[in-house]
């Protein structure tokens, strides 16, 4: 019923950049904070960068200064710009909302995308 799909991943040298995309689909009412997480391997999920729908963003530590998020609300669409990578960097990246889904109601859920992966090299 609601998809979300990222884009944008891949393999970059230490020091260049890569730009994220997440894209929300289906019975859409209305969409609330959008966010970016990651998982290393053999480490927890973190949070890289949250938006509201009136555009405060928050940042985790490690990224603050050099990624940035945006979304444009017109496509259901969160952006992840991130500059100067690092290969700590390296993880899958996660969309993740919560939606308002048009249902027999109205309800608040949160989603998740599959993930795209992000490899940072020396």
């Known amino acids: 019923q609601v998809q979300l799909v990222e884009s944008g991943g891949g393999l970059v040298q230490a020091g260049g950049s890569l730009r994220l995309s997440c894209a929300a689909s289906g019975r859409i009412f209305s969409i609330n904070t959008m966010g970016w997480y990651r998982q290393a391997p053999g480490k927890q999920r973190e949070l890289v960068a949250r938006?509201?729908?009136?555009?405060?963003?928050t940042y985790g530590d490690s990224v603050e200064g050099r990624f940035t998020i945006s979304r444009d609300n017109a496509k259901n669409t969160v952006y992840l710009q991130m500059d100067s990578l690092k290969p700590e960097d390296t993880g899958v990246y996660f969309c993740n909302a919560d939606i308002g889904v048009l249902s027999f109601a109205v309800r608040v859920s949160d989603y998740w995308g599959q993930g795209t992966q992000v490899t940072v090299s020396s």
């Open positions: 938006i509201t729908s009136g555009g405060t963003t």
